[in-house]
T-cell receptor, first 117, second 113 residues
Framework: GAVVSQHPSWVICKSGTSVKIECRSL??????MFWYRQFPKQSLMLMAT?????????EQGVEKDKFLINHASLTLSTLTVTSAHPEDSSFYIC?????????????FGPGTRLTVL | DQQVKQNSPSLSVQEGRISILNCDYT??????FLWYKKYPAEGPTFLIS?????DKNEDGRFTVFLNKSAKHLSLHIVPSQPGDSAVYFC????????????FGQGTRLTINP
């Protein structure tokens, strides 16, 4: 149980295009989902907290107009990187917290490798 | 400001011996701590956690120790196995709000046969 999937697992795009990444909780409902990015050999940095049916809460320094987050249902959150540039190339990981589940236990997706040319 | 620190980027241990991974934090408001294991190109996998009301939590080969006065926690793996080779992240959070996790930089553990 508690499986989180991400799609796509990797994507290569041209500079200036937009890319959408999906995060799904497959066997549980997630009121809250989180989006992280990880640069090589660095820690996971929280980008935003996504709550079902409401606006996402972004961390300081994260551009909300560039990283659009939508959490339309209890099992799906999407991250859209708009007008992507090479510096946006990174490993993006989502996580989901089980609704009413164990305090702070988050289940992570496998990640999406984004490369912007 | 790095609130959670893992000062050892890498650790090499012989199979069968004990692996000890360390983590320090600066925010005294943190009251829940977690360890995650991560393989390359995969998301982190939850290993074990501990609440600030405890100083030890054990689950099979994994034990986490918490020293609140020193703001220090450690993960012990015994006996270490080749499949334990991965990057280990400690994370901290505090009750209330969004219950966000703050991660350390990670320690790459290599178990040698």
């Amino acid at each position: 149980g508690a499986v989180v999937s991400q799609h796509p697992s990797w994507v290569i795009c041209k500079s200036g295009t937009s890319v959408k990444i999906e995060c799904r909780s497959l066997d549980f409902q997630a009121t809250t989902m989180f989006w992280y990015r990880q640069f090589p050999k660095q820690s996971l940095m929280l980008m935003a907290t996504s709550n079902e049916g409401s606006k996402a809460t972004y961390e300081q320094g994260v551009e909300k107009d560039k990283f659009l987050i939508n959490h339309a249902s209890l099992t799906l959150s999407t991250l859209t990187v708009t007008s992507a540039h090479p510096e946006d190339s990174s490993f993006y990981i989502c996580s989901a917290r089980v609704s009413g589940g164990t305090y702070n236990e988050q289940f992570f997706g496998p990640g999406t490798r984004l490369t912007v040319l | 400001d790095q609130q959670v620190k893992q000062n050892s980027p890498s650790l090499s241990v012989q199979e069968g011996r004990i692996s000890i991974l360390n983590c320090d934090y600066t925010n005294s408001m943190f009251d829940y701590f977690l360890w995650y294991k991560k393989y390359p190109a995969e998301g982190p996998t939850f290993l074990i956690s501990i609440s600030s009301i405890k100083d030890k939590n054990e689950d099979g080969r994994f034990t986490v120790f918490l020293n609140k006065s020193a703001k220090h926690l450690s993960l012990h793996i015994v006996p270490s196995q080749p499949g334990d080779s991965a990057v280990y992240f400690c994370a901290a959070s505090r009750w209330g709000g969004a219950q966000k996790l703050v991660f350390g930089q990670g320690t790459r553990l290599t178990i040698n046969p």
